[in-house]
Structure formats: C-alpha cells, structure tokens
C-alpha cells in the first residue's frame, strides 16, 4: 500500500476491448509514460490521474486480459500487481473496466478480484451501445450483489469521470476491505483450495483467510506455466502441482471446476444486471458477421482490406522516405562543406548522419503501419481476422493473430516485428518473431532485382522467367516460414497450445485520438530502443569499411589524376572520355581499391573459404557484409567493389553489365546461373539486417532470442545456398 502522504497507487485492470485504453487516456490526459514491469518485458503505462478533491493519483494500464489465470505473461504481471508481488507495490484500489454489453463475460475477472480483497470500483464501458441494443443497466444491482460501485463511463466524451473519481476516493477513504467469496464450490474443490491456502505465506495474504485462497485458486490455475515459478514461493508451487496430479488421477479438470464455480454465480445474477437486448439488435451484428466470418467472402474480403492496406503503406510511406533520404543526404552535404576533410568528417556524415538516417527511414512505416493495425483494431475487424485466420495459422504451430505481421513482413521485418504486440502470449509473439524475418521484405527487392537481371538479359524473350524466379522467391519464403515455425513450435519453444479465447467487440467508429497517441508512442519507442541499437551498429559497419585510412594500395592515383590532367591539354580524338570522365573514373576505382583493402575487405578475404562452397568469392563476401547495415546496401557496396561508384539502383546497367562480365583469376564467370540462385536463397533465409536484430531485441527484451535468430537464419542460409550450388554443379548447371 501506498505511504503516508504519497499518491494513491490506481491500477486500472480490464479484458482486451472493454475501452481501458481509452478511459486511461481520458483520465490522465497527455501525463502518462512507458515503462516495464520489474523482471519482465511486458511494458505498462502509468500517468497522474487529477481526482476531484484537487489530489493525484499514480494510475497504472495493467495489460489487457481475461482473468488472472497465468495463461500468459500479461495475465502473470496482472495478478502480480494486483496481489503485490514483490518486488511490485501493492495497489490502493483497482478500477475494472468492463464492456456493459457483455458484462457477464466482463465479470468473471470482477469476482476474481474481490475475492482478493482489493478495494475495487467498476467502471462500465459501453453504456450508450446497451441503451441503442434496447437494453437497461442497473449499477445498483450489481454493486448490491458484488460489493463494488458501479459507475458507467464513457472515456471519448469524458462522461461519467468525474462521478468516478468521486466514487475512487469513497472507497481509498474506506480503507482496506476483506475478501468476499461469492461463488459456490463444490467440496472437493473446497479441499483443494484449503490445501495450497495453507503454504500461502503471509506477506501474501495479510492475514486474510479468503485472501490466502483467492491465491491458493490462482495458482491451481496457472501451476502448469514455466514462468510462474518465479512468481509464487515454492512451498505453494509444490502443493498446487501435487493437487492438481491428485485431481487429475481422479478424473477430475480443476480448470473447469474453477471457472464453473464463478460462471454459475454470474448466469444466476445477471439477469438482474442487464436487461436482454431486442433479438433485432443482436442481428444486425451477426448479419455483418456472417460475411466477414464466411471461410470464402471472409477471406476475399480479408485480402482486399489488406491489399488496400498495404498499397496505402507503400504509396503513403515512399514520399515521406524520400524525403528523409533526401534531409539526410542534405545534411551531410552541409556538414561537408562546413568541415574540411578528415576523419571527423566522414565519421560524422558516414557514421553518425547516415546512422540517424538508417533509423528515421523506417519511421514512415512504422507510423503507416500502427495506424492502419490500430484502425482495424479499434473498429473491431482485427477480432474477425483473428477468428478467420486462426485454424489456418494453428496448422502450423501459429496464433491466429501472427497473420498480420507475417503479412506485414512482405514490406518491412521491423514493424511487423512490433505488430506482434497485439498477441497475448509471449510464446507466441516470440514464435511470431523467429519467422517474421523469413518473409520476403522489400529491401531484398534490389538485391533480388539485379542478380535476376544477370542472369536474364533485358528483353522480351526472358520477361517471363524473370517474374517467374521473383514469384518463386516470394512462394520460397512463404514455404520455408511456415516450416520453421511448425519446428520451432515443437521444439525451441515447445508449449501447451493456447485455444483462441477472444470477446468479439461491437463495430464502432475507432477513437483517432487513441490510435494517433498509440502510433506516436510506440514509434517513439521504437527510435529511442531500437534506433540506437541500429546507429551503432551503423558506426562499426563504417569503422570497418573506412579503416585504415591510409592503405597500400597497387595503383597509384594521384599520379595517375595528374597524367590526366597533363594528357587533357594535348587535343584528344573525338569521342574519348572527357578530363572529369576519367577522373571520376579514377576516384571510383580508388574507393573500390580502397574497400578491398578496408578491414571489411580483409574481412572478406578471411571469410572467403567459409562461403567459397556457396559459389561467393571474397568480394560477394563484402557486399553481404555491407549488406547488414541494410539488405539493398548489397547493390551499392558491389558497385564500389568493382569500382564504379555510387549505384543505389539494381537496375543500373555498369553494374549489370560487370556483374556478367566478371571473371575470376581461371577466367571462369563469377555470377554463374547457379552462383545468382545461391546468392538469392542466401539472402532469402539470412538475417542481414541489424534493424530487425535490433527490433527482436527490443521486443523479446534480451538479446538471447536476438542471437538465436542471427544463428538459426545464418545456418539456415549457408546449409540452403550450399544445396543449390552443389545440387546445380551435379545437374549440370553452369
């Protein structure tokens, strides 16, 4: 509990749509700020909260969830900060919000905390919607039955929050209250509950008997989840495994007794709650539903909302890209000419501006992408996807709601990466993760762009097999994606699979305010995080492609500019190349001469034996190196390689035209058929790309799933390009 003289401590608790988002935001305004939980990386918000009296109070998002059964981590950090878990304070009061057009389903999580024994308010959502269904709410109903106030609210308007914070402050003033135990158990379960309630340690319970089994119920639900070792003593864990063993050996489901128990109280008191709503009103949601839920119309529809979703991210994002690029590459002129040359310079326009620039270029859609997931949610169609999809992305070890991010990844890894938030289960955001990266991003489109256009020269004849290899290449990852999450299901992050338990929300007009403030902060949170992640990894990869400054190079090029310039005064023949031809000639062939002695290059070299089997020689090994800063990089890093300047374009034809025309020192061909479709399987599978190193790191909140990823996806790569490439040399294929 809160100190003399401190802020009360509010939590704010509540299932997934019941408009908590919105009620916190109204309460604290623009005041609230993103934290993590202690011990885990389940984020929650908190913020001030101006009661009527004039005093604040802290009040805490808890993360949405259907009750306090550790089903996930979400679900684990709620019960924790409600009960106090150390080493999380014990809240004053708790608010509950709940949807007053599905308030029995809302309850359940109700009870669970008033058998804790927190002093609780209800805050009814949704009042207006019941009232248009033809329906009534009587609030002192259900706080006669349950002992908690019951104030309806609406966040948007700001109705209702005033009467609130009013009730709150009754009830802070009233002081701490006792456990209430309203549902009716059966005896054996009475037993069960009594056996672990007895290890509950004191510091739990205060001395609250109907406390101790609130807890004692909690943990015979959730004992079966690896992270609640962490989070109830051991005494309690071993006598709720071995209740649950003795029940199970009886043929007795204590889930279903649990959860039978409360849901019997709820049917025998709602109906004195709410008023049942016209059959029409009912129909009119069900006949949308029938549509959007058809396994064919569904699915239609479905592809033409994301179809629409995903034109509008690229049209929307591209000129907000270019325009960065361009601030960016602004900016660095402007520090070129206000700097002379050195290694200050470079490092602050090669290093640093380009850095801040490799972040700020995702930012477009990431925006773009928050805002469209956030619209879909909050108008209630994300819910109908999720039940769609479901049984397909179940199939292969996947949650419903991954299909989403996977889709997303076909633009971009790192915010499909943060879409993953909309899924409960860490086990199945981190699965969502481990594959996202395999889907086909528009940065391996270059990449892919110019190895096909090396291997089929631009012409009418070949146009078919082009959009044929680029269509396998996208079907290629889709396969190998869905396999590795069938295996990795199964093994790295083995677990009970979790049914789809969703409310279906009413359609309603999203709240743009919500969503905008939504898009901003998670945005922000991805620069702050990730973004420096990234402008790190951006300085090193400059460090090693710059360094040494002075190498000893083969040619000697400032000889070699003055004889230019020396031969440019004698009349040449028409047709040669002009003085500034052959000089930028001579300056790109110094910076590819330069990149091959880098500690990139020598890099290369040293790697050469480990892909030489892949069919790559030491300078595809730099532009694969180059290319962690970002996949496409791999053009414009091949193109200083050979020494023809800056080409960010794959369809440049210098380079084009080199790539095909490129011998090795036996004069066989480099780029040979079979070494461009080892190349374009290896960058299908590998994790070239510190932004998304960056984003699962973020997420998953450890940099051991980070690891994994680069591991799985290197291996991965090199075992797959060495198939092709030996495969093809036993079929024959140049």
């Avoid at 030491?618 to 080409?647: C, H, K, N, P, S």
Wanted: aromatic share 8%; glycine share 8%; charged share 20%.
């Amino acid at each position: 509990m809160t100190t003399a003289g401190a802020s009360p401590r509010i939590v704010l608790a509540g299932n997934p749509n019941a408009g908590k988002t919105t009620l916190f935001n109204a309460l604290t305004g623009l005041r609230a700020k993103v934290a993590n939980y202690p011990g885990v990386t389940v984020e929650f918000e908190s913020g001030a909260w101006l009661l009527p009296d004039g005093s604040r109070a802290e009040l805490v998002d808890l993360p949405g969830c259907y009750s306090l059964s550790a089903l996930s981590a979400e679900e684990n950090v709620a019960i924790r900060a409600i009960v106090g878990v150390p080493p999380m304070p014990a809240p004053d009061a708790v608010v509950i919000v709940a949807d007053a057009t599905e308030l029995p389903r809302h309850l359940y999580l109700a009870l669970q905390i008033k058998e804790l024994g927190v002093p609780s308010v209800l805050a009814l959502t949704m009042v207006d919607a019941i009232a248009r269904a033809g329906a009534s709410i009587d609030a002192g109903a259900i706080e006669a039955a349950t002992g908690m106030p019951a104030v309806p609210v609406h966040g948007p308007s700001g109705r209702g929050l005033r009467e609130l914070g009013d009730t709150l402050q009754r009830v802070l003033a009233a002081g701490e209250v006792a456990g209430v135990e309203l549902a009716d158990e059966p005896a054996a379960l009475r037993a069960d509950v009594a056996s672990v309630a007895a290890h509950v340690p004191g510091e739990l319970h205060h001395d609250d008997a109907v406390r101790a089994r609130a807890i004692a119920r909690w943990t015979l639900s959730s004992i079966e989840e690896a992270e609640l070792h962490s989070t109830v003593p051991r005494d309690v864990a071993v006598a709720a495994r071995a209740r649950r063993d003795a029940a199970r050996a009886a043929g007795r489901d204590l889930d279903v007794e649990l959860a039978g128990a409360r849901y019997a109280w709820i049917d025998r008191h709602s109906p004195a709650f709410v008023a049942r709503r016209r059959p029409a009103a009912r129909r009119a949601t069900d006949r949308i539903d029938a549509v959007l839920l058809h396994p064919l119309f569904g699915f239609a529809l479905f592809a033409v909302v994301m179809t629409v979703v995903f034109q509008a991210l690229f049209v929307g994002a591209d000129p907000l890209i270019g325009g960065i690029e361009t601030a960016v590459g602004a900016l660095g002129d402007f520090a070129r000419a206000q700097l002379g040359a050195g290694l200050l310079r470079d490092f602050l326009t090669e290093g640093v501006i380009e850095g801040v620039g490799a972040v700020l270029v995702f930012l477009p859609q990431i925006l773009l992408m928050f805002l469209f997931l956030g619209l879909l949610e909050d108008s209630g169609y994300m819910a109908r996807v999720v039940v769609l999809m479901d049984r397909v992305m179940r199939s292969v070890g996947l949650h419903g709601r991954a299909f989403v991010p996977m889709l997303s990844g076909f633009a971009c890894a790192v915010p499909a990466i943060l879409a993953t938030r909309t899924m409960e289960r860490r086990r199945d955001r981190l699965l969502t993760m481990l594959v996202v990266p395999l889907m086909t991003c528009s940065a391996r489109l270059p990449v892919y762009g110019l190895l096909i256009a090396a291997l089929y020269p631009a012409d009418g004849a070949t146009s078919f097999g082009q959009g044929a290899l680029m269509a396998a290449m996208y079907l290629f990852s889709i396969v190998v994606a869905l396999v590795a999450s069938h295996v990795f299901g199964r093994t790295v992050l083995k677990g009970r699979p979790a049914p789809l338990v969703m409310q279906m929300p009413p359609y309603r007009r999203p709240h743009l305010r919500t969503v905008a403030r939504m898009m901003l902060q998670r945005s922000g949170v991805f620069v702050r995080d990730a973004g420096t992640v990234i402008l790190a990894c951006t300085i090193v990869l400059w460090f090693l492609l710059s360094f040494p400054r002075e190498p000893a190079l083969e040619r000697d090029y400032d000889a070699l500019r003055a004889e230019a310039k020396n031969a440019a005064i004698v009349e040449v023949s028409p047709g040669a190349p002009s003085l500034q031809e052959r000089l930028a000639a001579l300056d790109s062939a110094e910076r590819g001469d330069r990149l091959r002695h880098s500690y990139a290059g020598r890099l290369g070299r040293t790697i050469e034996p480990v892909i030489a089997p892949l069919g790559f020689d030491w300078q595809i090994g730099i532009g694969i190196l180059g290319a962690f800063a970002a996949r496409e990089v791999f053009v414009a890093t091949m193109a200083v390689v050979y020494g023809l300047g800056d080409v960010d374009d794959a369809g440049s034809q210098p380079l084009r035209d080199r790539i095909r025309a490129e011998r090795r020192s036996d004069g066989t061909r480099v780029f040979t058929p079979r070494t461009c479709l080892s190349l374009m399987v290896f960058f299908a599978l590998a994790c070239q790309c510190m932004s998304t190193l960056a984003a699962v790191r973020r997420e998953s909140g450890t940099w051991k799933w980070a690891a994994f990823l680069f591991a799985y996806m290197s291996v991965l790569a090199w075992v797959a390009s060495f198939c092709v490439y030996q495969l093809g040399g036993v079929l024959g294929l140049a």
